[in-house]
């Protein structure tokens, strides 16, 4: 009994610790811009390109 209680403890709490993980941040996500934007790091959303 005390095995199966392990299992099922560990079979509920895998998943979330996995979740947690895997959003622990934004650098791992890939962003698309609209044509004549680009990907801007700072405000972290799409601006335009200026030419100069």
Do not use: F, Y
């Not at 895997?22 to 791992?28: F, K, P, Q, V």
């Amino acid at each position: 009994m005390k095995v199966g209680t392990l299992v099922l403890t560990a079979a509920l709490l895998l998943p979330s610790i996995a979740a947690a993980m895997g959003c622990s941040g934004r650098e791992h996500q890939v962003q698309s811009c609209a044509a004549g934007t680009t990907w801007d790091a700072n405000s972290q959303s799409c601006v335009k390109i200026v030419s100069s």
